[in-house]
């Protein structure tokens, strides 16, 4: 959390002010804040802007535990009083900031997607939006952006700090400050091998969201806090450059794919905790972060990271086209203009116990939180209020599916079943192998002429294959417990298809125009082979045995950053709305997964791609998917175009006769 350092509003007129202001840390505050704004901005310059959050957790760790430690020592702490201040100093802003954007949400989301706004705005009431985020998705994946409250995970984290670790705190202070000091040495030791490990067995989702393996940082500046007090460092110019060094060449080299945290991180977390040990009076470190600009962006920075997401997500989905690197720095400047007037009017009169008493923060606290519940509840009953629009969009046929959740042995037995006598298809890959399972199975019903059986499962977590065959270089099949149980039902002459969504593999092309791919080329370019590699030894077994493997190529991609803004655009006009496809273009956005497919073709000549083109663009040409009613989304198609699909198959799996399919229409 960004915490303001001045203790006068941290402790609200306490006697014994023992806890020196420190202008320096509210100017390291600025240093971590707006590279994360930059960042999320999408300036590539500052592609490992995000660590910025590792370096509020360290500050953090270090304001709580001088706070805790002071109030130890002066016999007057109270667990009621800390989270009282607490309470102070975070929902009030975060309550006034959800309440001004939820409009927003009605305006610019699908339905889908707004629901699953309600669901993450629950999450965040109960502190447990790092744990709703991990189920949902990873951080750096395709769409995530567009979240409104997906920073929120940073607070669960903190909010999850707060309420254990004073309880800790006061329990290990019968001991004496060297042994509690050596105590959390070694649990953030373990923190930090636990992330590790989450890495090493591909659980990078987890390792990222969870609090377990992010404690160590914060447990970085409780360390800062024991030393500082202690007076085991003096001012040194040398050390705290060096920290800002740490801090600041990171966010330039660091990428979405530098696993964080990690042994990595612990580069940008020593330098903050270099920054708070060395940078004392008379050092340029301190002389340079209390320009008054950086102190003055550091004190508003807890406003100005609760504005910058939603703010940057609502220019996302209200664009057509992918917003310029301008327009969004614009923005930025806005959240910044914003945070100020939140943390003048909103913060600060809240932290001043002479103008909101105690009793009216937990009324407040309790009323604010109980309304979020409460609206959404609402929301997730009411399914996303699909009546606000004049025009009713396709369903998704595959929400129903029971199959695409995250994994557990008896998900995974239920969908991939016992091996049988009958041929059976199996299908694995992302919610775009939801589709071909769904054209093969219900369309046809569960069996084709009682000889063929369809299995499909789809984990929806990077933690499991096919995800962590593309961001996992540890990914080894035989660890992954879907494909323990595909080798164990699979047999000779089975079928397996894997197709997956193509924008894993490539950035997709905007306007009709092939953009410079340039670092995002490298950064696809390694998915795609970290994919062969992994994939190999999985593909040989499976050939090996005898087993009919397809590669299914991906379906048009909407060249647009909004669908619903395309669908408003075609019911207000008969011209062909801006999410037309040209067959060129979409060519180009399969390219590198065609790439990736035919390597793989190289060394196993068995396999079969499946090409589903001739669905979308009969005469080559341009295709529309809201004339056409093609598609729920940016990139899936609709049950009309699932049965096309099914009648492709028809031709492409040849024990398959047209006759097994059904149409609903």
Sequence with gaps: MILRTNLQVLLNGSRDMSLKYRSEIDGLRAFAVIPVILFHAGWSLFSGGYIGVDVFFVISGYLITSIIMIDIQNKRFSILDFYERRARRILPALTFIIFITAPFCFRYMLPVELNGYFESLISVVFFGSNIYFWRESGYFDVGVEEKPLLHTWSLAVEEQYYLFFPLLLLYLWRFNKKKVFWLIFIMGCLSLILSEVLLFLGKQTANFYLAPSRVWELFTGSLAAF???EKKNT????KSFLGLVLILIPMIIFDEHTPTPSRYTLIPVLGALLVILYAGENTFVKRFLSFKVFVWIGLISYSAYLWHQPIFA??????????????????????????????KYIENPFRNRGKVKNSHVWIFSSLSLGVMVLFGVFGISHGGFPERFSFRFPDNPIESLDCIKKPSKAFIDNCLGEKVKEKTIYILGDSHAAQTYLALKNTTGAKFNGSVQVRFFDPFSTDYFPYSAFYNDNFSYDKDPILNKLLKVIKKGDVFIFTSFSGKYN??????????LSQDSRARTEIGLRFINNITPLFRLLVDRGVNVYLQLDNPLIPSSRFLQCYQERANSNKASSCSVSFEQH????????????????????????????IFFPNKAFYDPVENWGFVDKHHISQKYIEKLAIYYTGALDFISASHFRSEH
Excluded at 319 to 341: H, R, V
Excluded at 592 to 613: A, G, H, T
């Design 235 to 238: 001012p040194c110019n040398i």
């Design 314 to 343: 609502f220019v996302r989905l209200k664009s057509i086209t992918k917003p310029e690197l301008s327009e969004m720095l614009i923005y930025g400047l806005l959240s910044i203009l914003l945070a100020f007037i939140t943390w």
């Design 587 to 614: 060519k180009f956005n399969l390219k590198r997964q065609r790439w990736v497919y035919n390597s793989l073709k190289k060394v196993f000549s068995p396999i079969q791609i499946l090409n589903i083109d001739s």
């Design 507 to 516: 950035t997709i092309e905007t306007t009709g125009q092939k953009k410079a």
């Design 227 to 229: 030393l500082y007090q």
